[in-house]
Structure formats: C-alpha cells, structure tokens
C-alpha cells in the first residue's frame, strides 16, 4: 500500500494519495515537499517507487526490502552516471511489549531522507507513522515544512513508543520482586530469567540506535539544517535516559535474582539446621539403645533389679541436657 502526500513549504497539504505517474512532475516543484509511505508494499509497488521514481542505490533498495537486524545510516551522493538526488538512508526499529507473552517485539522502519522528499518503508503498521500522518496533515503546528522535521516527528515517536514498554516492563519487575519474597520457587526463578533476557534483549535493541541518533544529534549530515539538530539532539537524549532506565532495570533484576538465591540458600540451611538438631538430640537415645542392644549376659546391669528402669532414666536425662543446651545457644 502507498500513502502519498504533498506539502507546502508553509507545512500545509498540497495533495494526498497522488498518482504515482505525477509523483515526477512534484518532486521538480521545488516549493513542494513529498512524503511518501510505504506499508506492506508488493515488489512491483517497492519497485515502482524506489527504483522507478527516485533511482535510489540498488544498495540502499537492498537494504530496505531485506530484514536488517542492526540499526544504520548511511549518506549517499550522486556519482556521475547516478540519477538519484542525495539522501539519507536509515534503519530504525519500533519496540513493543507483550506483558502477557513475557516479550519485547520490534518493527523496522526505513527511511529515505531528501531535500525536498521523504520515503517511509515498513511491513507492519507503526503508531508512530499514523500519529506522524495525523499531526503532519491535521495539526496547525505545521511539521512538514520540510522533510527533516517530519523525520524528527517521526524518530521522536518512535522513541516516545518506548515509555510505554518500559512501564509495563516496570510492573513486571515489580510482580516478580514481591512473588520472590512470597513464593520463592522454581516457577519464579524461571520468570526471572525470562524477563531478565527479555530486559537484555531490549538494551540490544537501544544501544545501536543509540549510535544513529548521536550521529544526527552531533550534526553530522548536511540534510539535516543546522537549526534542528538540537531537535535530533532531544531524541538522542531521551533515548539514551530509556538506556540508562533499561541498565537499572537489568541491576534490579540481577538484585532480585539475588534475594532469590539467598532466600533457597537460607531455607536449605534450616532444612539441613533441623535434620542435624534431630540427630543430634535422639544420639543419647541411639548410645543408650546401641551400648544394651549388645545383650552380653554378664553386663552387670542385666542382674539390678530396676536395670530397665535405670536406662530409660540415663536416656530421658541426656536427651532433655542435649534439648536444655540447643536452647540456651539459640540454635531453634
């Protein structure tokens, strides 16, 4: 599906859906930006755009079609025999989290960035890009003036769409801290691991795009005017505040997973403290039964008159001593 619209240099709607055969005609009006958007496009609708009407570098068309694991920027100028307009090609990943599934999902996006154009690719609907579409066609602040800043609203969106992950991923944490206190068991433990991969999952995901943004924020590429770099700059930092909540939570999690071990460390030891306390206290019995449990005829005490009674007597007192000590060392 292709989404198309034209801006006014003022930022107000020139046009929408044009068809593709006068898409042409309004990227040589120079008073005029052109954003077009590209979601699940077929191979004839990604070809007839970026091929047919931006000649864009088979690289960057390579690129863009293909699932990139890793977040990039690269600048790309006209040679000779090129006929495509210098640009910005990037790869950015939206992030979404499942609290149900235990999961952190991403979706790319593409961008092709001109001085009067900007192409959007991505196979999956991306919030970003409709409130982007919203605000650029409905609002009254006027963000598609040109097309570096409807590519700060957009990368501003996309880093805005983090919060909410993080504050789902905070309630999970959260749970899990209190279910370790209250249940400590191997279901928990289980949890821990899973969301503390899921937490190290999404530090993979920031930390690159992390690198992009500061690329921008330091004002490397001339398509970007030098009055909104400090706008590219916002984005880096709020990013890089997401990263630094991302660290603290994987500290917390190694923390919680911590009191985890401490807490079936602690219960093994009273398992091993009570099994130990209950040999240590039936030994006397143990002696005493083992020392008459030989049967000997001559042992003198076969021949007294109260020798069973004396036994038990010799038992009942070292059990209760052995009891009397324990309790006064506070060991139960």
């Given at each position: 599906?292709?989404?198309?619209?034209a801006?006014?240099?003022?930022?107000r709607?020139?046009?929408?859906?044009?068809?593709?055969?006068?898409?042409?005609?309004?990227?040589?009006?120079?008073?005029?930006?052109?954003?077009?958007?590209?979601e699940?496009?077929?191979?004839?609708?990604?070809?007839?755009?970026?091929?047919?009407?931006?000649?864009?570098?088979?690289?960057?068309?390579?690129?863009?079609?293909?699932?990139?694991?890793?977040?990039?920027v690269?600048?790309?100028?006209?040679?000779?025999?090129?006929?495509?307009?210098?640009?910005?090609?990037?790869?950015?990943?939206?992030?979404?989290?499942?609290?149900?599934?235990?999961?952190?999902?991403?979706?790319?996006?593409?961008?092709?960035?001109?001085k009067?154009?900007?192409?959007t690719?991505?196979?999956?609907?991306?919030?970003?890009?409709?409130?982007?579409?919203?605000?650029?066609t409905?609002?009254?602040?006027?963000?598609?003036?040109?097309?570096?800043?409807?590519?700060?609203?957009?990368?501003?969106?996309?880093?805005?769409?983090y919060?909410p992950?993080?504050e789902?991923?905070?309630?999970?944490?959260?749970?899990?801290e209190?279910?370790?206190?209250?249940?400590p068991?191997?279901?928990?433990?289980n949890?821990?691991?899973?969301?503390?991969?899921?937490?190290?999952?999404?530090?993979?995901?920031?930390?690159?795009?992390?690198?992009?943004l500061a690329?921008?924020?330091?004002g490397?590429?001339?398509?970007?005017r030098?009055?909104?770099?400090?706008?590219?700059?916002?984005?880096?930092?709020?990013?890089?505040?997401?990263?630094?909540?991302?660290?603290g939570y994987?500290?917390?999690?190694?923390?919680?997973?911590?009191i985890?071990?401490?807490?079936?460390?602690?219960?093994?030891?009273?398992?091993?403290?009570?099994?130990t306390?209950?040999?240590?206290?039936?030994?006397?019995?143990?002696?005493?039964?083992?020392?008459?449990?030989?049967?000997?005829p001559?042992?003198?005490e076969?021949?007294?008159?109260?020798?069973?009674?004396?036994?038990?007597?010799i038992?009942?007192?070292?059990t209760?001593?052995?009891?009397?000590y324990?309790?006064?060392r506070?060991?139960f």
């Open positions: 599906m292709i989404r198309s619209f801006f006014t240099t003022q930022g709607l020139h046009s929408q859906d044009v068809e593709t055969f006068l898409m042409p005609t309004l990227l040589a009006d120079t008073s005029l930006f052109l954003w077009l958007d590209l699940a496009a077929t191979p004839e609708e990604a070809r007839t755009v970026l091929e047919g009407i931006f000649h864009f570098h088979p690289l960057s068309i390579e690129d863009c079609v293909n699932v990139s694991h890793a977040p990039k690269e600048e790309y100028t006209p040679k000779e025999d090129d006929r495509f307009a210098p640009y910005l090609f990037m790869v950015i990943h939206a992030v979404d989290y499942s609290r149900a599934e235990g999961t952190f999902g991403k979706t790319e996006l593409n961008f092709f960035l001109g009067n154009f900007l192409v690719y991505h196979e999956k609907p991306l919030k970003s890009i409709a409130l982007t579409e919203e605000r650029a409905k609002g009254t602040m006027h963000i598609a003036r040109a097309p570096d800043r409807v590519a700060h609203t957009l990368l501003d969106a996309i880093v805005e769409s919060k992950a993080l789902e991923l905070s309630f999970e944490i959260s749970d899990l209190d279910r370790v206190l209250q249940d068991s191997r279901a928990t433990l949890k821990l691991i899973r969301v503390k991969k899921e937490v190290l999952h999404l530090r993979q995901i920031i930390g690159p795009q992390r690198e992009v690329r921008f924020a330091r490397e590429f001339k398509l970007i030098p009055h909104l770099v400090p706008y590219y700059r916002d984005v880096y930092d709020a990013l890089f505040h997401i990263s630094e909540m991302a660290q994987t500290d917390t999690l190694t923390g919680i997973l911590q985890y071990l401490n807490m079936s460390s602690n219960q093994t030891g009273e398992v091993v403290k009570f099994l306390l209950i040999t240590l206290i039936t030994t006397p019995l143990t002696m005493v039964g083992s020392w008459y449990g030989m049967n000997f001559d042992m003198p076969f021949k007294l008159k109260h020798g069973y009674w004396l036994a038990l007597a038992t009942l007192i070292s209760a001593i052995t009891y009397w324990f309790k006064k506070k060991w």
